[in-house]
């Protein structure tokens, strides 16, 4: 009986590791975000520009990388809420 308690607890703290490293990726998706907004806003010397960093550069990227990051932020901040809803 008591290694099913055991297997039980190893499965809970694993999936609370696993979901530990769930929101620290979506503060670094939301930090990268940030930081792709602000490297598209600055200027560059745009006749050498590559494939790559005219994307980077084009303010329509910029714009979707910062509602990639809100989103995220958003839903790391609702999925925080949710399981702290549900402490069972």
């Known amino acids: 009986m008591k290694l099913k308690n055991r297997n039980k607890s190893f499965i809970l703290m694993s999936v609370g590791v696993l979901n530990l490293f769930h929101g620290i990726f979506h503060l670094i998706q939301f930090a990268q975000s940030m930081f792709?907004?602000?490297?598209?806003?600055?200027?560059?010397?745009h006749s050498e520009e590559s494939f790559i960093e005219e994307i980077m550069h084009n303010p329509i990227f910029a714009l979707l990388m910062g509602i990639v990051g809100i989103t995220t932020l958003i839903i790391g901040i609702n999925?925080?809420?949710?399981?702290r809803r549900c402490k069972d």
């Open 36 to 45: 792709i907004v602000a490297y598209s806003t600055k200027s560059h010397n």
């Open 79 to 83: 999925d925080y809420r949710h399981h």
